[in-house]
């Protein structure tokens, strides 16, 4: 099994930035995609960006893209994701994730195609 632990979020005022991170151990895949989600209350969990391992190919939800970017360290064996020009909206807990089905991360933007999540972490953005 996988083990996800995210760990960055917090609170910040709108245009701050925030980096979460997530440290993956026990891997059992070789070739995988992992993503991270969020969810705010009453919601539906939503994808917010995906990356190939190791940085081949990444993706982004409308809504992030340019703001966000996510990035790994396959040394640390942990992907994070940079959360520039903060707004309201992004308050959520986000969740980070591993998938072993998608060949790319455009294609892996659907939570039902990762099996592995991490406990979240919540972002809390202020007006």
């Known amino acids: 099994q996988v083990q996800l632990v995210e760990s960055g979020g917090g609170l910040v005022q709108a245009g701050g930035s925030l980096r979460l991170s997530c440290a993956a151990s026990?891997?059992?895949?070789?070739?995988?995609?992992m993503g991270w989600f969020r969810q705010a209350p009453g919601k539906e969990r939503e994808f917010v960006a995906a990356?190939?391992?190791?940085?081949?190919?990444?993706y982004y939800a409308d809504s992030v893209k340019g703001r966000f970017t996510i990035s790994e360290d396959n040394a640390k064996n942990t992907v994070y994701l940079q959360m520039n020009s903060l707004k309201p909206e992004d308050t959520a807990v986000y969740y980070c994730t591993i998938s072993p089905y998608c060949s790319s991360a455009s294609s892996c933007a659907n939570r039902r195609q990762y099996d592995f999540w991490g406990q979240g972490t919540q972002v809390t953005v202020s007006s």
């Open positions: 026990g891997r059992t895949f070789s070739y995988y995609t």
């Open positions: 990356i190939r391992w190791t940085g081949s190919s990444t």
